[in-house]
C-alpha cells in the first residue's frame, strides 16, 4: 500500500515559483498582505502584551521580530507571538472547504525562521516565498478537504502546522526525505482542542501559535538528522484515524496537487469575528438596503445555518462575554451589525462595547436554526430571515457569504482592509509605511530579503 505523504512532499519539494499559474501568484499577494494586516491589527487584541513578556522569557537570542512592534526574540518565540496576531482578531483569511485558517500557523512560522536564516544562510526571497505559501495552503488545507468527518479538533492548529512545515522545508530546500521526517517530528507535536473555542478562551489563538513553534522545532530536528515517523497520514496511529476519525479519501485528492491550487479557493472574513457569523451580516445587511426597513423595525431574525455553524457559532447570548465568546456567538455579531450599522475590531474591546444594551436588545430577537444540510463541514448556503413589526417577512438566501472566492472582496477592498487594520495597530502604522508595505508585497517578486516586510510592518521605511 502506497504512503500518500510521498506524493505530498515531492509536490512540496518540486514546485517551483515558474510552475504557479498567475492566478495562484497574484492570490498568493492579496492574502499575504491580508495577513499581515491583521496580523498588525493584532498587536492591540487580548493580552498581547503579556504574551511578549512571556515569550522573550522563553529564549534570549534576538533572532526574529514581532509583526507592528518589532520587539526581537527567539524565532520560536516569534513564531508563537506572530501566529497569534494574526488570529487573534477572528479576521484573518479562511479556507471554507478545509474549515481552515491556514495562513496564520504558515506564516507566523515562515517569518521567523526566515529571519533567523538572516547571516547563517542567504535570504528567503520573495519569489522564493511565493511557492513556499502556495505548497504550505495546499498541504494544511488537504487534511481538511478529504473527511467529511464532523469537525473535533481545531484544525487552524492541527493541519495549519504541516502547512508551516511545507513552507519551511521548501525554502530551506529540503529534499523528499527530509520534508517526511519534518513532518513525520511535526505530527508528534501536533496539537489544537476545541475547547477554547467553546468556551471563548485566548487560548483558541495560541495553539495556532504552539503549531507554528512546533514547526520550526520539526525543521530544525529533520535537518539536524532526525527521522520522523512517515506513515503519519493513513498509518495505524495516523492523524486521519485519530483527528479525522478514520474518514478520508486522500487518494482521490492526490492527484489535484499542482493542478488545483488551494491558494484559488482561500475566503476572505471582511469581519473579525467567526467566518460562521458572517452570513447573518451579509443577510442582513442585504435585506435592509433592498427592503428599506431599519433595526428597529425588526421583531424576529432566524438565521437557518449547516450543523457546523449551528455547533461552533448558535451558542447562547450571555450577558458578559469576553471579547472572543462575543466574536464566535453569531447572535451577538448580528446585535453589533444592527446597534451601529457595521462590524469592526473596535467592537469587541472594551465592557461598554461588550455589554452595550442596544447590542443585546437586537441580539436577542436572533434565532439560529440548524438545516438539513449532510454535509458536516459545509458553511454554506445559509439563510437569513426577518420578519417586521407590520407582518412583512423577508428572505435573503446566501449561496456563498460575501468573501467566499465566488463573492469576493475586491483588489481595492482588500487593500482598504488592510490600512484599516493598520490603524488598528497598538502603535497605528503610519501612511507612508502601509505604502511602503502594500508596494512591497505587491512587487513581491523583486524582494530579496522578506526580512524587509517585517521592518515595513513596524514602520520603518528607509
Same mark, same amino acid.
Given at each position: ?26 492570490? /498568493?499577494?492579496?492574502?499575504? $498582505? ?5 496580523g498588525i %491589527? #493584532?498587536?492591540? +487584541? =487580548?493580552?498581547? &502584551?503579556d ?7 522563553w529564549g534570549?537570542?534576538?533572532e526574529?521580530s514581532?509583526?507592528?512592534?518589532g520587539d526581537?526574540?527567539?524565532a520560536?518565540?516569534?513564531a ?6 494574526i ?15 491556514p ?7 515562515v ?13 528567503v ?9 502556495a505548497v504550505?495552503?495546499?498541504v494544511s488545507?488537504?487534511?481538511?478537504? /478529504?473527511t467529511?468527518a464532523e $469537525?473535533?479538533f481545531f484544525?487552524?492548529?492541527? %493541519? #495549519?502546522g504541516f +502547512? =508551516?512545515v511545507? &513552507? ?9 526525505t527530509r520534508l517526511?521526517?519534518?513532518l513525520?517530528?511535526q ?8 475547547q ?6 485566548p ?8 503549531n507554528a ?5 520539526s ?5 539536524a538528522?532526525f ?11 495516523g492523524?486521519f484515524r ?7 479519501n ?6 489535484s ?8 479557493h ?28 431599519v ?5 424576529s ?10 455547533r461552533?457559532?448558535?451558542?447562547p447570548l450571555?450577558d ?10 453569531l ?14 475590531v473596535?467592537?469587541?474591546l472594551?465592557?461598554d ?9 437586537y441580539a ?8 438539513d444540510?449532510?454535509d458536516?463541514?459545509?458553511?454554506d448556503?445559509q439563510?437569513i ?5 407590520d407582518?412583512q417577512?423577508h ?8 468573501g467566499?472566492?465566488d ?8 487593500v ?5 487594520c493598520?490603524g488598528?495597530?497598538?502603535r ?5 509605511a502601509?505604502?511602503a ?13 522578506i ?12
Open positions: 500500500m502506497s504512503n500518500p505523504l510521498d506524493q505530498v512532499a515531492a509536490h512540496v519539494v518540486r514546485t517551483r515559483t515558474e510552475d504557479l499559474p498567475e492566478a495562484v501568484v497574484d492570490r /498568493v499577494k492579496t492574502f499575504l $498582505l491580508d495577513t499581515f494586516g491583521v %491589527a #493584532g498587536s492591540s +487584541g =487580548a493580552g498581547v &502584551a504574551l511578549i513578556a512571556v515569550a522573550r522569557g534570549s537570542d534576538p526574529a514581532v509583526l507592528g512592534s526581537r526574540m527567539c520560536q518565540s516569534a508563537v507571538v506572530n501566529a497569534y496576531q488570529h487573534c482578531l477572528e479576521f484573518d483569511c479562511v479556507h471554507e472547504g478545509a474549515v481552515l485558517h495562513m496564520a500557523t504558515i506564516l507566523g512560522a517569518m521567523a525562521w526566515s529571519e533567523r536564516q538572516t547571516g547563517r544562510s542567504a535570504p526571497t520573495g519569489r522564493d516565498l511565493i511557492a513556499a505559501l504550505g495552503v495546499d488545507t488537504m487534511l481538511g478537504i /478529504v467529511d $469537525l473535533r484544525r487552524p492548529a492541527t %493541519a #495549519g +502547512g =508551516a511545507a &513552507a519551511i522545508g521548501r525554502l530551506a530546500g529540503f529534499d523528499e517526511k521526517d519534518a513525520g517530528a505530527y508528534s507535536q501536533t496539537s489544537g482542542t476545541l477554547p473555542h467553546v468556551e471563548g478562551s487560548m483558541l489563538g495560541m495553539q495556532v501559535g504552539f513553534r512546533a514547526a520550526i522545532v525543521c530544525d530536528l529533520a535537518a538528522g527521522r520522523g515517523p512517515h506513515d503519519i497520514l493513513t498509518g495505524q496511529y492523524y485519530l483527528f479525522e476519525q478514520d474518514n478520508q486522500i487518494d482521490a485528492f492526490l492527484p496537487l499542482g493542478r488545483d491550487w488551494q491558494m484559488l482561500m475566503s476572505h472574513k471582511p469581519f473579525p469575528s467567526g467566518r460562521l457569523t458572517h452570513g447573518a451580516i451579509d443577510g442582513l445587511g442585504q435585506l435592509m438596503a433592498r427592503h428599506e426597513f433595526p428597529d423595525d425588526i421583531v431574525i432566524i438565521a437557518r445555518v449547516p450543523p457546523l455553524n449551528h461552533l457559532v448558535g451558542r450571555i458578559a462575554p469576553e471579547p472572543n465568546y462575543a466574536k464566535l456567538c447572535a451577538f455579531v448580528a446585535g453589533v451589525f444592527l446597534a451601529r450599522g457595521g462590524v469592526d473596535p467592537d469587541f472594551g465592557q462595547n461588550l455589554q452595550d444594551p442596544a447590542v443585546h436588545r436577542r430577537l436572533v434565532q439560529v436554526e440548524k438545516d444540510n449532510p458536516l463541514n459545509a458553511l448556503p439563510q430571515i426577518v420578519t417586521l413589526k407582518g417577512t428572505v435573503c438566501d446566501l449561496p456563498h457569504v460575501y467566499h472566492p463573492n469576493p472582496l475586491s483588489a481595492e477592498e482588500n482598504a482592509k488592510f490600512r484599516r493598520a488598528y495597530a497598538a497605528p502604522l503610519p501612511a507612508p502601509q505604502d508595505l502594500i508596494a512591497a508585497i505587491a512587487d513581491l517578486e523583486k524582494v530579496d530579503d526580512a524587509r516586510l517585517m521592518r515595513l510592518s513596524t514602520g520603518e521605511v528607509t
